[in-house]
Structure formats: structure tokens, C-alpha cells
């Protein structure tokens, strides 16, 4: 990572993405951050100028499970900052029941899926004017349980669930981010920039504040040292500063050891990854959100 990098992070105002935005700053990085709440967003910053007073650190305001927010903020960021050494792909939901956005999207598929593709896509060309930009998309071997994947269907279907259920919907979505990568990371070959993924192992941070007991379980597994967020955040910056990851890409790699992983199919398969990419292209193309685009 060059001196004074410019890092885009989303999600950085709780959990894993303020883990890594903290250590970030104390190596020096220009953080732009994305935030839905400018309270969130004023505690984050604050505690990023207690750590690093010198710190440069900027935000763009909006909704990641609306789409039209997405596009606002990937195009306010592209015309602030025309070069971005680095994008962390962090934010994520697990929700414990349906919920439709007012785009008429089920949030889960909008926040963990399509908002990082879109987002990815409107900073490219400032992440090709860094020169050897890093992206990082933050997935999950929940994707290892992610029921039966029928394209295009999934990325449209707002058919209710269960808490129960839930657990195959958010595996999907995270299932969907491995496929990005490895189709992004073909695509992207000769732009200088490398893209992957990573499993941050089992986290009790924001992704679980739907459930009533979540805070209670987040003591009790804190105090026995399980779903430590640190080994999340320590294997997201590993792949943004770390020399070993320096030119590779297409990669997905595991939280602890920072090896490669094998990911359960078709998240590795060639075919299904270029028919995700294209059914969700001509989605947000038909919703007039994605332009120029191959």
C-alpha cells in the first residue's frame, strides 16, 4: 500500500469495516467512508481522530439498499477523488425476515449484492487511475448454505421467509459476491486492479442486531473468546497492505490463515459466474443504473 493511499470502505461506521477503517488510519490512509446515519458517522469520527489526529477522513450519506442512493454516492466519490488506491466491499445485512425496499428489491440481495457490483463498477475508472488498485469484497463460507441458485430469478424474488429461512438467502447473497469476484477479476485482467474475496469467520457484530438476544450473545461469545471481529478485520486489511496478495486476484481466502479456499459450487464455476454478471448487468442496465458496461 503507497503512502497516504485513498481506501473507500463501505459499512465502516460499526463491526468488521470500523475494525479495519481504525487500523487503516493508524497506517496512514485517506478513508472515505460510506454512512447511512451522520450520527454513526460523527462517533466513527471521532474515534478515528483520537487514534490518528492527523487523520484525512470523508463521508458520502446514503442508503445501500437503494440503489439510486448507491449510484449518487459512487458518483459523488468518482468526481471527489478521480484516483482510489483501495474499495472494501463491508457492508452486509442478515435479515430475519423480508423486507422489500421501496425500489421493490428484497434487501438483502440489494444491500449485500447489488450495491457493492454497482458501487465497484462507478469507481472504476478512478481505481484504474491508482494505477495497481486493490478491491476487497467481504464474503462469508455462509455461502456454503445457500440453497438452489436460479438465474435470474434470485436477484428479483422477494418471496417471504422465516428467521429459519433466512440463513439460505443470506448464504446466496454471499455466494453471489464470490461469483462477482472471480467474473470481475477475468474482466478486469488488464486494468491493474486485482479484486477478492474473503471469509471473515463468524462475527457477532452489526450483522446480527436484528436478533433480540444478539447483544447478550455477543458478551457471552466475547468472553469466551469465540466470533473475535479483530481476526475479520485483521484478514480485510491483510489483503489490502500485505505484499503476498500484491498482483494476485480472482482469490478467495479465509480468515485466521489468509489461505486460499475452495468455494462451494458454482461459486468457482466459470460459466455460472459470466451468467450471474450478465443477468445482473442487464438488470441494472433496465433499470437505468449501470451504462457502458460490457
Given at each position: ?45 471521532r474515534t478515528l ?182 481476526k475479520g478485520a ?32 458454482p461459486g468457482g ?26
Amino acid at each position: 500500500m503507497t503512502n497516504n493511499p485513498i481506501v473507500v470502505i463501505t459499512g465502516a461506521t460499526s463491526g468488521l469495516g470500523q475494525l479495519v477503517a481504525i487500523e487503516l488510519a493508524k497506517r496512514g490512509a485517506h478513508l472515505v467512508l460510506t454512512a447511512r446515519s451522520r450520527e454513526r458517522a460523527n462517533m466513527t469520527k471521532r474515534t478515528l481522530l483520537d487514534i490518528m489526529p492527523t487523520i484525512d477522513v470523508d463521508f458520502f450519506y446514503g442508503d445501500l439498499s437503494l440503489l439510486e442512493d448507491v449510484k449518487r454516492i459512487g458518483n459523488e466519490i468518482s468526481v471527489a477523488y478521480p484516483k482510489i488506491d483501495v474499495l472494501v466491499n463491508n457492508a452486509g445485512l442478515h435479515a430475519f425476515k423480508q423486507r422489500i425496499t421501496s425500489e421493490g428489491f428484497a434487501e438483502m440481495i440489494a444491500v449485500n449484492y447489488l450495491a457493492p457490483l454497482l458501487l465497484t463498477h462507478l469507481l472504476q475508472q478512478s481505481l484504474i487511475n491508482a494505477g495497481n488498485a486493490r478491491i476487497v469484497n467481504v464474503a462469508s463460507e455462509a455461502s456454503r448454505n445457500h440453497g438452489e441458485v436460479k438465474l435470474p430469478e434470485d436477484l428479483t424474488d422477494t418471496t417471504s421467509f422465516t428467521s429459519r429461512g433466512s440463513s439460505a438467502i443470506y448464504g446466496k447473497t454471499k455466494l453471489f459476491n464470490i461469483m462477482f469476484t472471480g467474473e470481475l477479476a477475468r474482466q478486469w485482467s488488464d486494468t491493474g486492479i486485482t479484486v477478492n474475496a474473503l471469509n471473515p469467520g463468524f462475527n457477532v457484530t452489526g450483522l446480527g442486531r436484528e436478533l433480540w438476544f444478539a447483544s447478550m450473545l455477543e458478551r457471552i461469545l466475547n468472553f469466551c473468546h469465540i466470533g473475535d471481529p479483530r481476526k475479520g478485520a485483521d484478514i480485510i486489511t491483510r489483503l489490502i497492505v500485505d505484499q503476498k496478495y500484491q498482483g494476485v486476484t480472482g482469490g478467495y481466502f479465509n480468515v485466521g490463515t489468509g489461505n486460499s479456499i475452495v468455494p462451494v459450487y458454482p461459486g468457482g464455476d466459470i460459466i455460472m459466474q459470466n451468467k450471474l454478471w450478465h443477468v445482473t448487468k442487464e438488470l441494472l442496465q433496465q433499470r437505468g443504473l449501470l451504462e457502458n458496461v460490457v
